[in-house]
């Protein structure tokens, strides 16, 4: 009678296990069917509208600059002046490297400055041009420069 109860009860476990088994959801992650049909074709979105590349709208020299960071033009300065390179930008950038270079007659090197600029539209910057020493009399070229490629329209100016 002991292996007939312990037969019956594997039978019964046995038969549960199946039903159960057979019973059990289908699986989630079965990919679903493909429609019959092609989806309507759209035209891809255009591109966002992006801001107008930095570029140099005007470079000034002078030697005093205003609240706004104006500077008057001068085309002679006192060998004691600071020498102010005013550069007007327009368009965007994010850190852009602005280069101010003076040269001195032959071409030989006066001083360059660098300043990175972020801006989404028009803006002015300034370098400063100090010398305690006075600078050399003679003509002098103000050049400058965004991300190392030459901007703007050099300018040309006399110290005395």
Same mark, same amino acid.
């Given at each position: ?42 035209? &891809? ?10 570029? /140099?709208?005007?470079? *000034?020299? %002078?030697? !005093? #600059?205003? @609240?706004?960071?104006?500077?008057? &033009? ?10 102010? /390179?005013?550069?007007? *930008?327009? %368009?965007? !950038? #994010?850190? @852009? ?64």
């Amino acid at each position: 009678m002991n292996k007939t109860s312990l037969s019956s009860v594997l039978m019964i476990a046995l038969a549960g296990t199946l039903a159960v088994a057979g019973c059990k959801k289908k699986d989630e992650t079965a990919p679903e069917p493909m429609a019959t049909s092609p989806a309507p074709m759209t035209e &891809p979105a255009p591109p966002a509208p992006s801001a107008p590349a930095l570029s /140099v709208a005007s470079i *000034t020299v %002078g030697n !005093a #600059a205003a @609240a706004d960071k104006s500077v008057t &033009p001068m085309a002679v300065l006192g060998a004691k002046d600071k020498i102010i /390179v005013s550069v007007r *930008t327009e %368009g965007a !950038a #994010a850190n @852009a490297q602005l280069t101010a270079r003076l040269t001195y007659q032959d071409g030989q090197l006066a001083g360059e400055q660098s300043a990175a600029l972020s801006t989404r539209g028009g803006e002015t910057t300034n370098v400063t041009f100090e010398k305690a020493t006075g600078w050399p009399a003679g003509k002098y070229r103000a050049e400058v420069a965004v991300d190392g490629q030459p901007a703007g329209s050099a300018q040309e100016f006399e110290v005395k």
